[in-house]
């Protein structure tokens, strides 16, 4: 069931492509007035209560589209580690840090120039989303954004979840030698994460609400074997096809579950969202037909330049945005969300890919280095 015996399960970066579609769809609805006030809590209206405050908020569910994409780097950073017996943590921090930080940096140039040519200014009528963005542009305040470690702005605000992942990428052996380690307790640790985020999420600690979201990911690595049996087991009855759809539907009604959830119990919507980006995860790997999904060619395009398009799309619809008076903020969607498809590709050939060749003569620069050194070291 699923790729699970390769380095790489094809059908994960079908579902990278789709979150990267749900935060690009994110932003770009988050220029209507509207739309954000609902977005920001403050209340949309009744009118489009039906498109904000339902399930169908998962089509633009862009923060739980990124805890998708946090359980998905714990997942496969963690599979390569536990896979080879050789691997080379010397190799790992070069090639991980060449990989991020290069596209990141591009992507901080990209939103600079960007904002530098068109002003970012408050003006009437246009979203709060959009207000936020009228913020000084300093040296730095670029430097925190290209830097990520210490916290980003509104220059190019997706950087905001880069910043978790760079620190999860530096913590990589802590968290795998808990993921190993108590392995025998995987789905417990994984359950204390979720509590943890939940906790982080009410005292709004940064550090607490996002970083044990990974460790969901690690636990799921060390457990493909467990869920490949549950896998094989639903596919064994007769009717797996319903088993499937039903978990499948009742996994995204559930993404949503902040957006539509009683107030009364809206404080427990961080574990069911947690709990349904982990099952989504799973259902891209075993499920037959969401699996297929995820193959077709258009979802495997999105999550080849998935990164690329997380990278530069918001700066894109910002731009957009603000070129355009306020009242034909309808003309943003329809002109940035293709250009940002266009762009994310051309900044994947042009930046990402060759991030990814640098990273890989990084990685084995280091030991070929070192065995020359050996050699020619005197005896």
Not at 302 to 323: D, K, M, N, Q, R
Request: with cysteine; charged share 15%.
């Amino acid at each position: 069931m699923g790729e699970t015996g390769s380095s790489r399960i094809g059908s994960l970066d079908g579902l990278r492509g789709v979150a990267a579609l749900m935060v690009l769809a994110h932003h770009s609805l988050l220029v209507f007035p509207d739309l954000a006030d609902g977005f920001y809590e403050q209340g949309a209206p009744e009118s489009i209560g039906w498109f904000v405050y339902s399930p169908l908020h998962t089509l633009w569910a862009g923060t739980e589209a990124v805890y998708v994409f946090f359980i998905l780097s714990g997942l496969v950073l963690t599979l390569p580690v536990i896979r080879r017996p050789a691997f080379s943590w010397r190799e790992y921090y070069p090639s991980r840090i060449i990989r991020l930080y290069l596209p990141v940096v591009a992507s901080v140039a990209f939103a600079l120039v960007l904002a530098l040519v068109v002003a970012r200014t408050d003006t009437p009528g246009i979203s709060e989303w959009l207000q936020r963005h009228d913020q000084p542009i300093t040296i730095g305040t670029t430097l925190r954004n290209a830097t990520l470690l210490t916290g980003t702005n509104n220059l190019n605000s997706p950087l905001w979840s880069l910043r978790w992942e760079v620190w999860f990428s530096l913590l990589l052996p802590v968290y795998i030698w808990i993921a190993v380690r108590f392995s025998r307790v995987g789905w417990p640790i994984a359950a204390v994460s979720v509590v943890l985020s939940l906790i982080g999420t009410v005292v709004d600690n940064g550090p607490l609400m996002f970083l044990p979201i990974f460790m969901i990911g690690c636990v799921i690595a060390t457990k493909l074997a467990d869920l490949a049996r549950l896998a094989k087991w639903v596919e064994e009855k007769r009717r797996s096809r319903v088993i499937w759809a039903t978990v499948l539907a009742i996994t995204l009604l559930g993404f949503s579950a902040r957006w539509w959830l009683p107030e009364t119990l809206s404080g427990t919507s961080t574990i069911v969202v947690l709990i349904c980006a982990a099952v989504v995860v799973g259902l891209a790997i075993y499920s037959p037909g969401v699996r297929s999904a995820l193959q077709l060619p258009f979802i495997q395009w999105s999550g080849l330049i998935s990164f690329s398009l997380y990278l530069t799309h918001e700066p894109i619809i910002v731009t957009t945005a603000f070129l355009l008076p306020s009242d034909m903020a309808w003309l943003v969607p329809i002109i940035a969300v293709p250009l940002a498809l266009v762009f994310a590709w051309l900044f994947y050939q042009f930046v990402e890919a060759p991030a990814h060749k640098l990273a890989r003569w990084a990685a084995r620069s280091r030991p070929s280095r070192q065995h020359a050194a050996s050699r020619t070291a005197p005896d």
